[in-house]
């Protein structure tokens, strides 16, 4: 986090998206989650729709209620995937 908003370093996105890369990569679902709002904004990476849903997708499943309403947004909007009303809606009341 302190990369991501320059608490005691100076910002910088891109070294907070590694960081946040080797623990999304070690299945931590808050990683997962902020990595996939990155993907999604291209903030430190370069925007990729679907990355970031898969991301959601994994740290939802592991019962992330913020990551559960991003990837029913996702599922709404087709986001990185189908456009799935019935999938976001389940994703909703998670």
Known sequence: KCFSYGSGVATDHEMAAQYYKQAAAQGLADAQLVLGGAY???K?????????EKLYRLSADQGLAPAQTSLGRC????IGGAHDVADAARYFRL
């Open 40 to 42: 999604a904004q291209g």
């Open 44 to 52: 430190g990476v370069t925007r990729d729709l679907e990355e970031a």
């Open 75 to 78: 599922c709404l909007a087709g």
